[in-house]
């Protein structure tokens, strides 16, 4: 990319917080024109319009200092003589689980026919975007901010040809292509996500309801952690008060949303949590509220109050005596509870002993919330006045017909609405409505018995506050969902009703080809099939993400189980690709491969660090693709060296300090000390690293990655062993304790890595399934798959569809349209689990055409492949399995006691079947 573009940004902050920036440029066009191309990319984030087209949204996660820029073809929204380039940026001004901050900044350039007609510079033109709320919580600590948009603040056709922007302010210059941060700006390495409209399918109630009567929320890191704009997590003890004044006396609930508070005291009276919420009598006057809101660690600093109550009146103000000031404070951070500063401010039952004491801060305005739409939507309770919705259905459908809401006597109007399916995009809605109206939609992703299960800890909403009449409005935040509810709040007097034209959502994911099929006699199967590939593709944004929802954050170590799942599931191993290249960027601040990047928490999670390096062995296994072999072999070096010279302790075991957890299960993994599955995991490693060096000649590391692989077994089986329980223990303690605890997870891995003497094999083989009592058992769907692994390689496939019916047909019967997280119970009895839909859980996607057809690379790429098929008591199946050469194809049937199999064999490839081989083409046998 041959670069005239100059970084450029607003004249004011470098790294504003939560800041949006609205930035445009007209260019001309010759009457004649062949190809007009736009390049751009913009930190934090950027959505862009040409001539009042939306053309995307960008760019891919990165590390800064090798950012990505997104190029598009905009020829068919472009015309001769005038045009325009409309960008908005949103700058996040603090790091994510998806993002490391840096400095706000655009880079963007159109090119017509190979000449430069526009290019960010002085000339472009920008405002602070008035509409856009930036007093907002955090989404959640994984992601950025929670969105609200007035469009009354709005500059109306500001993406168009012809709109007066000569009051707006002159671009600053950053600098040039290659200045800091942005040291390296490549291309995007992965297609455009799809934009690809749903619609509703279901309006599932409607009823009148009110809000809570207070919500205050606040961000205590820049009080308690000034300066810190990292997401890593840090713990705290420290206070929060407030003054309540009564007009009369009232009775008032209080809870706080997300981060709770421990305790809390009113006029010295102490209160649980759920003492609160269940109500406090409160006299008329004042009265001092205190809440210990101290935890051992936070990532996510955002405090929510909630304060209700039926009738009366109560009004909040700052205890520092400033009438204009935020009315809560903060007090701390001390050492401990059993401080004497704390202690005087817990104890505290007048206002002077807050006021006067050194640690009292006031909460700035600008690190306070706007407002909080999960708790106003949330705790909404329904009121008696009737709700009066006209054709409900119409918003269901892609056509101009209207919903007609009309104001109630009492309350605001609330619809609940179902998609139909998980989904993962952005939000776009169409409606006429009085100005001021106020729209608030939480997303959320399921039901049970008409209870909804609400997404604590993410705050999956938006606020949009309308103008006068018709209007249009698409939403700048990726939100995964499959229900939401749709609350209509008529501002005070009106009398016209709002007309809903559409509700839609742009699915917003990798934009695979459904190349891959499976089919069988089994409905069940048929339905895990789609439902593990559905998970796979909504988890598959500019990176794998371990869910939609929650976090959209790219853990490695799942994204080495979603990788395999979508080679066969649809066949496109770019995103791989990608991920594990990103993956092995993180070296340059950490010795291991990071957990999750690029991200704000710089943290090792040891297991996802080897996973990865498996990870890459296994694409090239599945693509052939020599060239990323090249590429990130270096990586896969640097961490074996990092780890063969840093973390082999006296025993010869892999000892680390790190997060080194498995599974969601009470395995016994600490952050100190010897943990067992990794150190099984890392012979698997070094043996795969050794593959990967031999293939690129290096036969010298790949013998020593062998000798280290064989060494550390010896030590496994030298120090981990238990021989009175036949089994590996989970660690060994720093103080040298051996754990009390057998896990099946460990003995799992210990299978699959080869560690288990031969003669201990079929001992390990009745493991799999068949558990000894007070063992930990398998706790998630992502330790199911390497069980499911480990089956297959014992030969007993008949026991993976076993477990795949049970386990994945409890999803489907419980009307699951994506994989979940965990198995029920890991969280109690009241949900089956957290997020419901985890690509770490999708392993069917592979199993199935893996283990049912029996497809499986013999050689890089699938030149050479087997067809080694399990009906067990199936009649037939058939699928296509997508490969490099092209599309394999089996279909199978069930004659007597034989499998007939018919085979179509791709060009450059021979297939092996019951030990012959076959050429490229169609081929029946019997087996």
């Known amino acids: 990319m041959n670069w005239q573009a100059k970084w450029i940004w607003h004249p004011g902050e470098e790294a504003p917080r939560n800041f949006f920036w609205a930035a445009r440029k007209s260019f001309a066009l010759p009457a004649r024109f062949g190809k007009v191309t736009l390049s751009i990319t913009a930190d934090s984030r950027y959505s862009v319009w040409v001539n009042g087209n939306y053309i995307g949204h960008g760019p891919v996660r990165a590390f800064p200092h090798r950012w990505r820029y ?42 017509c026919d190979g000449q430069v007609v526009a290019a960010t510079d002085h000339t472009w033109r920008g405002i602070e975007h008035p509409a856009y709320e930036r007093r907002m919580p955090r989404m959640a600590c994984q992601q950025a901010w929670a969105e609200m948009y007035d469009a009354r603040k709005a500059p109306a056709h500001w993406t168009l040809v012809g709109f007066d922007d000569s009051a707006w302010q002159s671009a600053v210059v950053v600098g040039e292509v290659g200045c800091a941060p942005w040291k390296e700006v490549l291309p995007r390495d992965i297609p455009l996500l799809t934009q690809e409209p749903i619609q509703p399918v279901r309006l599932m109630r409607i009823q009148a309801v009110r809000p809570p009567r207070q919500v205050w929320t606040f961000d205590l890191k820049p009080n308690f952690l000034p300066g810190d704009l990292t997401a890593n997590p840090r713990g705290f003890v420290g206070l929060v008060a407030t003054v309540l004044e ?59 109050f909630v304060f209700d109550y039926d009738e009366g009146e109560m009004h909040l103000r700052s205890p520092l005596g400033d009438a204009q000031a935020y009315p809560f404070v903060s007090i701390g951070p001390f050492p401990s509870q059993d401080d004497a500063g704390y202690q005087s401010v817990w104890q505290a039952t007048s206002l002077n002993q807050i006021a006067s004491h050194p640690a009292v801060q006031p909460i700035r305005w600008e690190h306070t919330a706007a407002a909080n739409v999960f708790a106003d939507t949330v705790l909404a309770k329904p009121v008696s006045a009737e709700a009066r919705v006209e054709t409900p259905d119409a918003l269901l459908a892609a056509n101009s017909n209207e919903t007609v809401i009309h104001p109630v006597s009492e309350g605001d109007v609330e619809l609940l ?221 640097q961490q074996n060296q990092n780890i063969h010279e840093r973390f082999i302790n006296g025993q010869g075991l892999l000892e680390i300090e790190a997060w080194n957890m498995l599974d969601w299960a009470p395995m016994d993994t600490p952050r100190t000390g010897v943990v067992a599955h990794q150190n099984m995991w890392l012979v698997e490693a070094w043996r795969r690293s050794a593959k990967m060096a031999r293939i690129l000649g290096n036969e010298a590391e790949a013998e020593l990655y062998l000798r280290w692989a064989e060494e550390l077994k010896q030590a496994i089986n030298a120090h981990l062993w238990d021989e009175e329980k036949q089994a590996y223990i989970d660690c060994i303690h720093a103080d040298g304790r051996r754990s009390t605890v057998i896990s099946q997870q460990t003995q799992t891995v210990a299978y699959l890595c080869d ?173």
């Open 70 to 111: 997104d190029s598009y073809d905009i020829t068919p929204h472009v015309c001769s003589g005038e045009n325009v380039v409309a960008v908005l940026v949103h700058h996040f001004g603090h790091s994510t689980f998806q993002y490391l901050e840096a400095r706000g900044g655009l880079l963007a350039q159109v090119e």
């Open 417 to 637: 609405i179902d998609f139909g399916k998980e989904l993962v995009g952005f939000f776009e809605i169409d409606l006429c409505a009085p100005e001021g109206t106020v729209i608030d939609l939480n997303a959320f992703e399921y039901m049970e018995d008409g209870r909804i299960q609400w997404t604590y800890g993410l705050h999956n909403t938006f606020r949009y506050i309308a103008r006068e009449g018709w209007q249009s409005w698409r939403s700048v935040v990726r939100r995964g969902f499959r229900y939401a509810t749709l609350t209509v709040r008529f501002p005070q007097g009106a009398r016209e009703p709002v007309r809903l034209r559409g509700l839609r959502c742009y699915l917003n994911t990798y934009p695979y080809a459904y190349q891959a099929q499976f089919h069988c006699s089994d409905a069940l199967l048929n339905d895990i099939w789609e439902i593990s590939r559905h998970t796979v593709r909504l988890c598959s944004e500019d990176t794998f993400v371990d869910c939609p929802s929650y976090e959209q954050t790219f853990w490695v170590g799942d994204a080495r189980n979603e990788s395999l799942f979508s080679y066969t599931a649809f066949g496109d191993a770019r995103l791989a690709r990608r991920c594990l290249l990103l993956a092995g960027e993180s070296l340059w601040r950490s010795p291991l491969v990071e957990s999750q990047v690029p991200s704000g928490w710089e943290d090792i999670l040891t297991a996802w660090s080897l996973l990865w390096t498996i990870a890459c062995e296994e694409y090239y296994r599945f693509t052939g693709d020599r060239a990323f072999l090249e590429e990130v072999y270096p990586a896969v070096r």
């Open 755 to 927: 560690i288990v003497p031969d003669e201990k094999r079929a001992l390990f083989e009745r493991y799999l399934t068949d558990v000894p009592e007070g063992w930990v058992r398998v706790g998630s769907p992502f330790m199911m798959a390497f069980t499911i692994e480990a089956l297959e390689k014992a030969g007993d496939v008949g026991r993976i569809l076993q477990l795949i019916r049970r386990w994945w047909g409890m999803m489907v019967d419980a009307g699951a349209t994506s994989c979940w997280e965990t198995f029920p119970g890991y969280l109690g009895q009241e949900w089956p689990t957290r997020s419901h839909c985890h690509a770490w859980s999708a392993a069917p996607a592979f199993a199935l055409p893996s283990y049912v057809l029996g497809v499986r690379p013999l050689e890089p790429g699938f030149t050479r492949f087997e067809v080694r098929p399990f009906l067990g008591d199936l009649e037939w199946a058939k699928g296509v399995v997508p490969t490099p050469h092209g599309e394999i194809v089996v279909s199978l049937r069930r004659e007597g006691e034989r499998i007939r199999a018919q085979v179509i064999v791709p060009q450059n490839t021979v297939a092996v079947i019951g030990g012959k081989e076959y050429g490229a083409g169609m081929h029946e046998i019997t087996m």
């Open 246 to 304: 009564c007009s009369r006396p009232i009775q008032v609930s209080l809870r706080s949303m997300f981060n709770g508070f421990r305790a809390v005291r009113i006029d010295g009276t102490e209160y649980t949590p759920q003492q609160a919420a269940e109500g406090i009598a409160l006299s008329s006057g004042e009265h001092l509220l205190v809440a210990d809101i101290s935890a051992r660690f936070y990532h996510e600093w955002f405090f929510g």
